[in-house]
């Protein structure tokens, strides 16, 4: 169970996002959240603000800002001759406002902080109520890149930012958990044919049933930083990612079972959790001593041996134990089933363990179908090898 949130007045947050308008408009900095992950934020038309984003985050300078809007008024005026490209018409009728990002004909508006020599500029327009009003009290486009230190997991808590970067910003907006938790998916409309870029909160699937994305293109499985050298793509995505200061192993998924006699010797044992209890015999014998487990894999009779005592009490909502070995800590990620609750948690799931100074953190892979492809494409990034 967790804690309901505190009632908090409209006053208050009125006044909380005063305060915060004011810090953006001055030319600083402020952590906020979106519905994807929590952004920081600066003002998308001034190019020393762009620059304390990047010195904030220790950001490679070649790595370009998504620009946030919060009406399509606001994004024409950003635009050259103020047209939105028609491609993307059913996309932004259909996702915007949401986990969506769209790639744009730069104007000199745009400063080159932001774009960093990209011929085009990233915009969103994000569906969270406080990330909207935020924008809409500035009056400002927001650039926002996700508010972690870069290369470490991005944040999905307030706390997760302050965790990064206190001290170093002056404010960052608690909104809670963000719903989606991973990035948004990042299209790119104007070469032929269309491609994701980046997959995230709207699905390939979702895309590709829209008009004019039909041939929308997607790099699956195994999307590696050759692959990506070689076909041109989203910069940001060649840099090692999302890790943890301990070695992140990839459990690939494995279709669980339909035979009967084998659903009912695994027992709380799924394929991919024999697979992991095997690799941690083998680290013990390295001299490996602690390990975590971001699991997707339980089923019912896993979870008859839950617990509700341990590290992660007060922690996770649905905290269950296979194990009662204390030098494994097991953190849930939901069912596999439902790739929605493990994008939610991931992040979460890579800091906590973390957080226990684990030498190792095992993740279980789950199917690349539907939120699973970019669930997947963040574990492979954090991940430093595969085990099958
Ligand atoms: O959900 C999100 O998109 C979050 C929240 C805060 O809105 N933001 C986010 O920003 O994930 P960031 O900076 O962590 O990731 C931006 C991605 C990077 O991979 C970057 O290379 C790509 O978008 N990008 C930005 N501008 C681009 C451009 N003009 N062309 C291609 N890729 C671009
Ligand atoms: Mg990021």
Same mark, same amino acid.
């Given at each position: 169970?967790?804690?309901?949130?505190?009632?908090?007045?409209?006053?208050?947050?009125?006044?909380?996002?005063?305060?915060?308008?004011?810090?953006?408009?001055?030319?600083?900095v402020?952590?906020?959240p979106? %519905?994807?992950?929590?952004g920081?934020?600066?003002n998308? =038309?001034?190019?020393?603000?762009?620059q304390?984003?990047?010195?904030?985050?220790?950001?490679?300078?070649?790595?370009?800002?998504?620009?946030? &809007?919060?009406?399509?008024?606001?994004?024409?005026?950003?635009?050259?001759?103020?047209?939105?490209?028609? &491609?993307?018409?059913?996309?932004i009728?259909?996702?915007?406002?949401?986990?969506?990002?769209?790639?744009?004909?730069?104007?000199?508006?745009?400063?080159?902080?932001?774009?960093?020599?990209?011929?085009?500029?990233?915009?969103?327009?994000?569906?969270?109520?406080?990330?909207?009003?935020?924008?809409?009290?500035?009056?400002?486009?927001?650039?926002?890149?996700?508010?972690?230190?870069?290369?470490?997991?991005?944040?999905? =808590?307030?706390?997760?930012?302050?965790?990064?970067?206190?001290?170093?910003?002056?404010?960052?907006?608690?909104?809670?958990?963000?719903?989606?938790?991973?990035?948004?998916?990042?299209?790119?409309?104007?070469?032929v044919?269309?491609?994701?870029?980046?997959?995230?909160?709207v699905?390939?699937?979702?895309?590709? =049933?829209?008009?004019?994305?039909?041939?929308?293109?997607?790099?699956?499985?195994?999307?590696?930083?050759?692959?990506?050298?070689?076909?041109?793509?989203?910069p940001?995505?060649?840099?090692?990612?999302?890790?943890?200061?301990? *070695?992140?192993?990839?459990?690939?998924?494995?279709?669980?079972?339909?035979s009967?006699? *084998?659903?009912?010797?695994?027992?709380?044992?799924?394929?991919?959790?024999?697979?992991?209890?095997? %690799?941690?015999?083998?680290?013990?014998e390295?001299?490996?001593?602690?390990?975590?487990?971001?699991?997707?894999?339980?089923?019912?009779s896993?979870?008859?041996?839950?617990?509700?005592?341990?590290?992660l009490?007060?922690?996770?909502?649905?905290?269950?134990?296979c194990?009662?070995?204390?030098?494994?800590?097991?953190?849930?990620?939901?069912?596999?089933?439902?790739?929605?609750?493990?994008a939610?948690?991931?992040?979460?799931?890579?800091?906590?363990?973390?957080?226990?100074? &684990?030498?190792?953190?095992?993740?279980?892979?789950?199917?690349?179908?539907? *939120?699973?492809?970019?669930?997947?494409?963040?574990?492979?990034?954090?991940?430093?090898?595969?085990?099958?």
């Open positions: 169970l967790e804690d309901p949130l505190p009632t908090i007045s409209q006053a208050h947050t009125r006044q909380v996002l005063d305060q915060a308008a004011q810090i953006l408009r001055s030319g600083q402020v952590g906020m979106t %519905e994807t992950v929590y920081l934020a600066s998308a =038309l001034d190019s020393a603000a762009a304390r984003i990047f010195r904030a985050k220790n950001r490679p300078q070649d790595n370009p800002l998504i620009v946030h &809007v919060s009406s399509l008024k606001m994004l024409r005026s950003m635009l050259k001759d103020n047209e939105i490209p028609e &491609v993307y018409n059913d996309l009728k259909t996702y915007w406002p949401g986990p969506l990002t769209l790639l744009f004909p730069r104007s000199s508006l745009i400063p080159n902080d932001i774009t960093c020599g990209q011929a085009t500029v990233a915009v969103r327009f994000p569906s969270h109520p406080i990330t909207r009003a935020l924008i809409t009290a500035c009056n400002l486009p927001l650039a926002a890149p996700s508010a972690n230190s870069s290369g470490k997991p991005s944040p999905t =808590l307030a706390s997760h930012v302050m965790d990064d970067l206190a001290g170093k910003i002056p404010m960052v907006i608690d909104g809670g958990q963000c719903s989606f938790g991973i990035e948004s998916t990042v299209v790119d409309g104007l070469r044919p269309p491609a994701i870029l980046r997959p995230g909160g699905t390939y699937e979702q895309i590709r =049933l829209v008009k004019g994305m039909e041939s929308v293109q997607v790099y699956k499985k195994h999307f590696t930083d050759i692959a990506m050298e070689q076909a041109p793509t989203t940001g995505m060649k840099y090692r990612h999302y890790s943890p200061e301990a *070695e992140v192993v990839l459990v690939e998924y494995i279709r669980p079972s339909t009967k006699q *084998e659903q009912e010797n695994g027992g709380a044992t799924t394929a991919q959790y024999s697979v992991i209890k095997n %690799e941690i015999k083998r680290m013990r390295e001299g490996k001593s602690r390990f975590g487990i971001l699991r997707t894999s339980f089923n019912n896993c979870a008859s041996t839950a617990s509700t005592s341990g590290p009490n007060g922690i996770s909502s649905n905290s269950i134990y194990t009662s070995d204390p030098s494994v800590i097991e953190f849930p990620l939901g069912q596999g089933s439902k790739p929605e609750d493990v939610r948690e991931l992040f979460r799931g890579l800091r906590y363990l973390d957080s226990q100074k &684990v030498d190792c953190i095992f993740v279980e892979g789950i199917s690349e179908e539907d *939120e699973g492809l970019a669930v997947m494409n963040r574990i492979r990034k954090a991940a430093s090898r595969t085990i099958a």
